[in-house]
C-alpha cells in the first residue's frame, strides 16, 4: 500500500541532511525547530521526519511507504504522531500543552518515539510556552518535539535554545525557482521574480498573480500619497482583500526604495518621488510601523482597516509614523 504523505520539496534536501546526519550518529536531540517564512514546507518536513522514525523498516533514513506505520500515518491515524495546531488568530493555551505533558509520559504505542507537532509554536502564550518548558528541560526517553514557526524570535529564548534548529530561510533559491517555473509553466526569470515578491516557492504557487496585485498596491498607495485618492477608501479596499499579503507588498515596496533612496540599487521604483522628501530614517521608522502592524492583526488586537490606514496615515505624514 503506497503512502500518500508529501515527498520532500527540492529545495529541502540540505536540511533533510542535516537531520539524517543527527539520527546516523544517535545525535538526534529531543525537539527540533522548523523555522522560517510561511510557503517553505516546514509541515511536510516533519511529516516526513515523523514517517522515517515511525517507519517499522526505513530505507536510508526515508519511511518505506509500505508497512502498516505508514499507512497509519499517511491516513492521520498514527497514535504516536500528534499534531497540536493553532487556529488562525487563536493562541495555544497551557491546556493544550498539559495534554501534550500528559500523553508524552507514556510509552509509545506503537512504535519507537512519540513525536508531538505544535504549529505554530510561537502561537503558545507564555503560560504555555512555560508548560512546555518542563518536557524540554527533562524530556522522557523515546519523545521527539518538532516545533513549526514563522516567527521563532517570538518564542521564549529558553524554549529556542534548548532546540535543535533547521532554518528554511537559508534553503538554496535555485532548486524553488526551478520548482516554481513548473508549477506555474513559466521561465526561470518569471519564477525568480514571483518568488522574490511571495517570499517563499508555496506562498507563490498560491499568489500566482502576485506581481500584478503588488503593482496595483504600490499605485495605489501612490495615489493615496499625490492626494488623488481618499486615504480611508483604499484602506477600506484593501481590507476587503488579504489584508497580510497587502502589508508584505507594502513592507516589499519600501524596502525597495529604502534601497534606491541608499543608492543600492537604480531610482526606479513610482514611490521614489515620496521617498526623496523623506530621510531614511523615517523610511526605516514607517517600515516597523507596518511590520508591528502585522503582528498585532496576528493576535487579532485591531481591526485590518484600521491597521492599513495607520500605515497610510503615516506615510502622509512621516513625522509621526512611531511604531509603539
Wanted: proline fraction near 5%; charge should be neutral.
Amino acid at each position: 500500500m503506497a503512502s500518500t504523505l508529501s515527498p520532500l520539496y527540492p529545495w529541502q534536501q540540505t536540511l533533510w541532511r542535516q537531520f539524517q546526519q543527527s539520527w546516523q550518529q544517535q545525535r538526534l536531540p529531543h525537539a527540533l525547530l522548523l523555522h522560517g517564512a510561511d510557503g517553505m514546507g516546514k509541515q511536510a518536513f516533519a511529516n516526513n521526519i515523523a514517517a522515517a522514525l515511525l517507519c517499522q523498516q526505513p530505507k536510508n533514513q526515508h519511511a518505506c511507504g509500505q508497512c502498516t506505520a505508514c499507512h497509519w500515518l499517511a491516513t492521520g491515524n498514527h497514535l504516536d504522531y500528534l499534531i497540536y495546531q493553532a487556529d488562525i488568530g487563536k493562541a495555544l493555551k497551557i491546556d493544550d500543552i498539559r495534554q501534550l505533558l500528559g500523553q508524552a509520559l507514556l510509552t509509545p504505542r506503537h512504535g519507537r518515539y512519540q513525536i508531538f507537532c505544535i504549529t505554530p509554536a510561537d502561537a503558545m502564550n507564555r503560560a504555555a510556552a512555560n508548560a512546555l518548558l518542563k518536557i524540554l528541560e527533562e524530556p522522557p526517553a523515546q519523545t521527539l518535539l518538532l516545533l513549526l514557526s514563522a516567527h521563532h524570535f517570538r518564542l521564549l529564548p529558553t524554549v529556542r535554545s534548548r532546540c535543535q534548529s533547521f532554518n528554511f530561510d537559508r534553503c538554496e533559491k535555485e532548486p524553488q525557482q526551478h520548482w516554481l517555473a513548473q508549477q506555474t509553466q513559466q521561465s526561470v526569470e518569471q519564477a525568480a521574480a514571483l518568488l522574490a515578491a511571495a517570499k517563499s516557492p508555496l506562498q507563490a504557487v498560491k499568489y500566482p498573480n502576485l506581481l500584478l496585485e503588488q503593482e496595483k498596491i504600490w499605485a495605489d498607495w501612490q495615489a493615496v500619497l499625490q492626494q488623488r485618492q481618499d486615504m480611508v477608501s483604499v484602506a477600506l479596499s484593501w481590507a476587503k482583500t488579504d489584508v497580510e499579503q497587502v502589508l508584505d507588498c507594502l513592507s516589499a515596496g519600501l524596502m525597495l526604495v529604502i534601497r534606491q533612496r541608499m543608492g543600492l540599487m537604480p531610482a526606479t521604483h513610482l514611490l521614489m518621488p515620496w521617498a526623496n522628501q523623506c530621510s531614511i530614517s523615517q523610511l526605516f521608522t514607517l517600515l516597523q510601523l507596518i511590520w508591528q502592524q502585522q503582528q498585532t492583526l496576528q493576535q487579532q488586537q485591531l481591526k485590518p482597516q484600521t491597521a492599513l490606514e495607520a500605515v497610510l496615515l503615516a506615510s502622509l505624514n512621516p513625522d509621526t509614523a512611531t511604531p509603539q
